[in-house]
């Protein structure tokens, strides 16, 4: 004879079957009303621990469609568009998106790119945002003057970048700054102070120790232009340079694309570029003489400041971050996954930031208008 507990067993386990074709509600009443040894109690918790992970599983193969549809969405409802203004005899290049009357950001881009670099942000925050990213003279589609006739310095490049605004009628933003963005910003921003609502910062220097060891060749440069030009040229400007501005020393090199340093490769090997490219790093000395201005700035404003800085950054030390949040303790300083040019595989967790960042400065500084 079978033991007098066998009965009990195949009763449940139909009524388990039953209850497996219904709902999670009826599972848990089954297993909590049986009376079951330890071993079928485990059955039954390893059961629905399985059907848990399956319905999170399939939540998570569900939601990837959907958020890439919702891109999709207001990419068409929001397209961004390719624009050109006339700003002191030159064609400056910029993309243009999002509501006019929506709060506004203007991005200024590094080397050697230009303001296609901010497509990930304009693809997930045009919905709510006036995104407006220019090219300087000299990058991408803008105007590119003959050096000979035209002075390519970043003195001469925020004058631009602030008439720029003017002739679009930006009178307010928040300045997202990365790489050259940076001592452009700060030199806009001192020119005219009441322009700017907050700041980012994304991989931009503004701190003599940010300059990290690649910047001893750099240096010589600046000090005998003649003497270190070719080796400034192979050091700033070579493929190897290129690559490392977007990889840097990302142990994972297969998640970045390969296009985006070949385009700029390209881009800086085009006739003229490194006449171009040459005397603006020379110039780039000047951006180390400003520093103590633009740190004395921030101490005494104490602006609205969030960092953003890749964990594989190798342009710069990475004693920057810190050293904004000595000069602004309020500042928000996030590190994230990525390179030099972190939007290439952190711009969700980017656009996430920048959102939450611009939302509350927006905010704060209406109250204090208001006030």
């Given at each position: 004879m079978r033991p007098l507990r066998e009965a009990p067993q195949k009763a449940l386990s139909t009524e388990l079957v039953a209850g497996l074709n219904t709902n999670g509600a009826k599972q848990m009443h089954i297993c909590t009303s049986c009376r079951l040894d330890s071993s079928m109690r485990l059955s039954c918790v390893k059961l629905m621990v399985s059907m848990v992970l399956?319905?999170?599983?399939?939540?998570a193969q569900v939601q990837e469609p959907q958020v890439q549809t919702l891109r999709e969405e207001q990419t068409m409802k929001y397209p961004?568009?390719?624009?050109?203004a006339q700003i002191d005899g030159l064609s400056i290049f910029y993309r243009e998106a999002g509501p006019k009357d929506a709060p506004t950001i203007l991005l200024l881009h590094g080397l050697p790119s230009s303001s296609r670099m901010f497509e990930p942000l304009f693809t997930r925050l045009s919905d709510r945002y006036h995104l407006v990213a220019p090219d300087y003279?000299?990058?991408?589609?803008?105007?590119?003057?003959?050096?000979k006739k035209f002075a390519y310095t970043f003195d001469h490049i925020a004058e631009i970048m602030n008439h720029?605004?003017?002739?679009?009628?930006?009178?307010?933003?928040t300045l997202y700054m990365q790489d050259y963005g940076g001592p452009v910003g700060f030199r806009m921003i001192l020119a005219h102070t009441d322009r700017v609502?907050?700041?980012i910062v994304q991989d931009a220097v503004a701190h003599n120790t940010g300059l990290g060891e690649n910047w001893k060749t750099r240096r010589a440069f600046w000090n005998d232009r003649a003497a270190n030009e070719s080796a400034l040229r192979t050091n700033l400007l070579s493929l190897a340079?290129?690559?490392?501005?977007?990889?840097?020393n990302d142990p994972?090199?297969?998640?970045?694309d390969p296009d985006l340093w070949t385009d700029e490769f390209y881009f800086i090997n085009q006739p003229g570029q490194a006449e171009i490219q040459s005397d603006l790093f020379y110039d780039y000395r000047t951006n180390v003489d400003s520093y103590p201005k633009w740190q004395a700035w921030m101490r005494e404003k104490q602006p609205r400041l969030l960092v953003i800085w890749g964990k594989y950054e190798s342009s710069f030390d990475p004693s920057e971050p810190e050293s904004y949040r000595h000069d602004v303790p309020k500042a928000e300083v996030h590190i994230v996954d990525g390179g030099h040019f972190a939007l290439d595989t952190a711009a969700d967790e980017i656009a996430a930031l920048v959102q939450g960042f611009v939302g509350s400065s927006r905010q704060g500084s209406v109250a204090r208008r208001a006030g």
């Open positions: 399956a319905s999170f599983q399939l939540f961004t568009f390719y624009r050109t003279p000299g990058f991408g589609h803008s105007d590119w003057p003959d050096p720029f605004t003017e002739v679009l009628g930006l009178s307010h933003f609502e907050a700041l340079t290129t690559k490392a501005r977007h990889a840097g994972n090199v297969e998640r970045h």
